[in-house]
């Protein structure tokens, strides 16, 4: 007699790099929770997941809620696990972090990441096994982009080597009787495909997310399905799976059908999801209405930006501040300013750094400054907010100079005239220790000497704003 097969069928549901997209959110969860109501109706086995940055600091709601309003939407919306991304760890204390992982009913799968003695982070689980409707195992696991040892710097967390991990937790996964291994994944799809190469036979499906890919339709990779349902709500992914299953209990995916389902902006929105927005907004009303100072004159971009250069400056009580017109959107008006107009102004999400350099790239650094093809590059990613934002040119505090028809001159650092071999230390953003995130080659050799930890430059923008009554601004 031939062998025996039995066939079954699992559906997953994936999201990915909401970015703390409310609305759409809303629309979001609607699709989702009709889309299970109906799945559960026919009996059909079906997973929910997310693969992270769910959160976003950049955004006033989130921010004002320390991400507890996620929890409560993650938890509405239905989902059986998710990823953790950048933006539920490097925006976040570590403090916190470990609190939300231990308040939310949605378990966090993080493998690749522990605490500096090795011990897991807060509520964090390296895996779980899910049992589906039809009696499949499936286990599931995390891991995040570490950036290389930023987290071990900023956090005092501990990086695990992201491979040999992988291969230890799907061994355990099947020990412990797993039919399938699903790994959520957010490494980015560029790096998933890398992974799927190395770890083909172990793993069955990869979730992505964190590229915010738009993935029509599963990639294979090594024999190993990838997806990924781009970012910001806009779609929600469903991947059925056709499961074979032998007569020695046996699963393998014998083919895979996969799809993404837009979610219209006029969309019906789901009123629970509504209900807990509604009171995550008023809690940022209040959080918002505090007063820093009052100015009697509107602060322009420049002038924003020359005042968290002073800000950074001071952060490090050191000789040198600098920051880049893309640290804020805009302007100021006139009158009290709150820490929402500065929230408002100031999207971006970057750590505040002390480095040291040379002074004669110092000089470097102001003459680009002035080069247009610098300071209208675009950047993307990297904690900048909105994407696409324009580096813009770089406020010095500390620093004065001449400039006549495109030549610098009679460069002096707080009064006294700037030495080329002398190492100097500035206080800037994250943003400035890296060319090829800034675009100025000048900082190509510079040393980081700390990194605010716990902390981001709108942070030491607003803590230095409460310093300030009715500030003079030079630009």
Known sequence: MGEKHMNKQLTILHTNDLHASYDQALRQAAYIKKRVREMEANGESFLLVDGGDHMDMSINECLATDGRMHLEMLAETGYHAMSVGNNELLRSTPELIRKLSLQSSVPWLLSNLVEGDGSTIGGVKESLILTAADGTKVGLFGATDQFEDLYENKHGFKNL????TIEEITARLKDDGADLIIFLSHLGFGADQEMAKEISGSVDLIIGAHSHTVLETPVIESGIPIVQAGSHGIYVGELSLHLKVDNEGRHTIDSCEGKLIEISPDSEVDPVMEAILEKGRKETDQFLSEVLFTTSEPLSHANVIQLMADSLRNRWNTEIGIMYGGGAVSGMEAGDVT??????TCKSMHSPVLMELQGKNITKLIEESYKNEITSKPVYGNGFRPHGIPIGTLAFSG??????????????????????????KIGTGSPMLYEEVCGYSAVKENTLIDLGKNEMVKDVFLNYLKTLLNPSVSI
């Open 161 to 164: 080597d992201t491979l040999k």
């Open 339 to 344: 820490k929402g107009s500065v929230l408002n």
């Open 399 to 424: 620093v004065e100079w001449e400039a006549e028809d495109g030549i610098i001159s009679n460069i002096k650092v707080n009064g006294k005239e700037l030495e080329e071999k002398r190492l100097y």
